[in-house]
Nanobody
Framework: QLQLVESGGGLVQPGGSLRLSCTASGFILDYYTIGWFRQAPGKEREGVLCISNSGGSTNYADSVKGRFTISRDNAKNTVYLQMSSLKPEDTAVYYC??????????????WGKGTLVTVSS
């Protein structure tokens, strides 16, 4: 069964950090472009960051520039989203996606079920 599983979400105080993981089963992640999306309560889903199979990254959201980074460990079949200086407005369900082509024109094939990140004091 082909699936993506996110982990690492939870409750964190403003200014804190979290690292989310996206692990694939049933397929090899290093062939794919991987993106992180998020959806906050009452808001539309938005793209956060993307990393191509060659390792180049693209930022989809200006609000996370300088605070979030994306990386991949192909040996572990895992992509990470490192989040720092978290703000309450970062509260959302975070999803990872796998797809084809490059980050600026992706075609998304697989979606994870998401992991909840809550930033609150």
């Amino acid at each position: 069964q082909l699936q993506l599983v996110e982990s690492g979400g939870g409750l964190v105080q403003p200014g804190g950090s979290l690292r989310l993981s996206c692990t694939a089963s049933g397929f090899i992640l290093d062939y794919y472009t991987i993106g992180w999306f998020r959806q906050a309560p009452g808001k539309e889903r938005e793209g956060v960051l993307c990393i191509s199979n060659s390792g180049g990254s693209t930022n989809y959201a200006d609000s996370v520039k300088g605070r979030f980074t994306i990386s991949r460990d192909n040996a572990k079949n895992t992509v990470y989203l490192q989040m720092s200086s978290l703000k309450p407005e970062d509260t959302a369900v975070y999803y990872c996606v796998a797809g084809r082509r490059v980050c600026i024109t992706p075609l998304w094939d697989y979606w994870g079920k998401g992991t909840l990140v809550t930033v609150s004091s």
